[in-house]
């Protein structure tokens, strides 16, 4: 049971980035799927979110309208399309698998969540 992030890098402000998340040993039809970023120094926080069946979203205030959540189950990946990125965005990344009864004020609970990936490094700057 394993799941993959990828797809950071290094990108100027206002650039963008579009991060995966790839299960692998089982399907991740059944979970919420978190993406999580921590900074150097900090907590991590949770970035956004995407229910099971895709029908529900949710974003923190401060990437909302920039960051985009999506997920392709019969590829068994979820993604996040990062736009006009901001130095504050600089984090390493994580996604994360749960199976949990979906609402908007719990999705940023770390505790709620099974399996995480190990994390990609998002690097904004110029």
């Known amino acids: 049971v394993q799941l993959q992030a990828s797809g950071g890098g290094l990108v100027q402000p206002g650039g963008s980035l579009r991060l995966s998340c790839a299960a692998s040993?089982?399907?991740?039809?059944?979970?919420?799927i978190g993406w999580f970023r921590q900074a150097l120094g900090k907590e991590r926080e949770g970035v956004s979110c995407?229910?099971?069946?895709?029908?529900?979203?949710h974003y923190a205030d401060s990437v909302k309208g920039r960051f985009s959540v999506s997920r392709d189950n019969a590829k068994n990946t979820v993604y996040l399309q990062m736009n006009s990125l901001k130095p504050e965005d600089t984090a390493v990344y994580y996604c994360a698998a749960g199976r949990f009864y979906y609402s908007d004020y719990v999705v940023r609970e770390v505790g709620l969540y099974d399996y995480w990936g190990q994390g990609t490094q998002v690097t904004v700057s110029s």
């Open positions: 040993g089982f399907t991740l039809d059944y979970y919420n």
């Open positions: 995407i229910s099971s069946n895709g029908g529900n979203t």
